[in-house]
């Protein structure tokens, strides 16, 4: 009976919906479990402590129980307050600094593992690798560059596993993905005298991207693990919306719309050390590829401007690298202490490529959490990180479109950024 009311757990995880703001360097998240938060996620791709190592690494299904289920939610609250320092607004006014350009955001997560013969693993993950949110008040000074901007991504994950003797594990996964983009902002138009206006993206496409890992028990203390995902390449499609106080301009000037992305590939290195019975050391080195975001080019794709760049983002992202440390604390067989602290460069080279939807820098994450065992098969999670975000100088004058000059913004925000997480894991 018991197994029967445990499986009906598998098409809830199904059920889940995704959303979230950027918390790792560009808009990458690493929030795909709670459990790592508490360890500002070192030794992610080594520790396979439960089902969500199907993300981090899916050769980590080797070190769990025969089934195991894993589910949470992460709560992200993003703060991003620009002040002023000599910008230049073109045709659309002066007013504002936009308030707090942050918000919050939701990312859910769901796992399962299952060995299904000897040595041999099946799993499927459901989480949002990537997502952004900002949003000001209006109107204000950057209102020509971005109003708001919202990312979301939803991933389905299914792997295997195989153990290949005491010290080798291998695992590989493939993931479907969906991008779903909307981003506002406001526009000059004649009609018949210069007026604002407000022009809307939204966008969507999915894609396909793999990943593999290694897992190495290097001696009974020690696992070193390794794993690397894939770009996913999207082109997106849908609306480009002007309202404002011409019917006739409005109809003009929306039309039908595309973008090339390619979101970046990581590489993961991971440690994770029995230093005594009761302390665990955790180290984590990783790569992003955002060097795939050279710049996004939404291109008209009806109307009379069919084939025109309506709008160029030049973001020039490039490759960046985390470093993390972290350790865990046994007091007992119930109760396990964690703590972490990492470093997460940011793509953005420069003030000049700063944008005012994407006001990112380069963070340190200070983090702690716990976890309870009731009993040998559960485990409640839960995990809170605070990300001090250098402050962010802007200076850009990027025009995003030839016919609404957005003038130059210029001045410095203040970020950061918190974390909470709760996970539950069950093994049957």
Known sequence: MRKHTNLRLIPALITVAFSGAASASGFQLWEQNASGIGNAYAGSAAV?????????????????????????????????????????????????????????????????????????????GLGAPFGLKTDYDTPWKGGAHSNSFEIKTYNINPSAAWRANEWLSLGAGFSWQKIEADYQKQTAVLSPVLAASKTKLEADDTAWNWNVGALFTVTPKTKVGVSYRSTTKYTLDGSLTTSGPSALINAATSSNAKADLKLPDTFILSIAHNLTDQWELLGDISWTGWGSVPYVDIVRTSGAQNGRVAQKLDTAFEDTWR??????????????????????????????????????????????????????????????????????????????????????????????AWIMGAQYSLSF
Do not use: C
């Open 323 to 416: 470093f993390a440390l972290g350790a865990n604390y046994k007091v007992n067989d119930a109760w396990k202490i964690r703590m972490g602290i990492a470093y997460d460069q940011t793509p953005v080279p420069n003030a000049e490529h700063r944008l005012t939807s994407l006001p990112d820098n380069d963070r340190t994450w200070f983090s702690g959490g716990f976890q309870w065992k009731p009993n040998k098969t559960s485990a409640l999670d839960v995990g809170l990180a605070y990300l001090y975000v250098k402050d962010a100088n802007i200076n850009n004058g990027q025009a995003p479109s030839p016919t609404s000059p957005a003038g130059l913004i210029k001045g410095t925000y203040n970020d950061s």
């Open 48 to 124: 396979a402590e439960n089902a969500s190592t199907i993300y981090f690494n899916p050769a980590g299904m080797t070190q769990l129980q025969s089934r195991e289920v894993s589910f949470g939610i992460t709560g992200v609250k993003t703060n991003f307050e620009f002040n002023n320092d000599g910008s230049r607004v073109g045709f659309l006014g002066t007013a504002g600094d936009g308030g707090n350009g942050g918000t919050w955001g939701a990312i859910p997560n769901a796992y399962l593992s299952w060995e299904v013969a000897k040595d041999w693993y099946l799993g499927l």
